[in-house]
């Protein structure tokens, strides 16, 4: 699917995109489907904000 293009102010338009954009992508799926469709979301994005901690963390004086 194409990748969302969200403005830099992030308003409630931004929201709205992501939303449809989550549906299209969910709306023929199954139960389980969509069970694990979600689980490996949270999962992708629990690395994305490791990795985003680990970067702060080591460019944050102490």
Sequence with gaps: MDTLLISPNFTIEDIHKI????????????????VTYYNNSGKEAER????????????TPQ
Aim: proline share 0%.
């Design 19 to 34: 939303r449809e954009q989550n549906y299209e992508r969910t709306k023929d799926m199954t139960i389980a489907e969509k």
């Design 48 to 59: 994305e904000i490791a990795q985003r901690r680990a970067l702060k963390k080591k460019f």
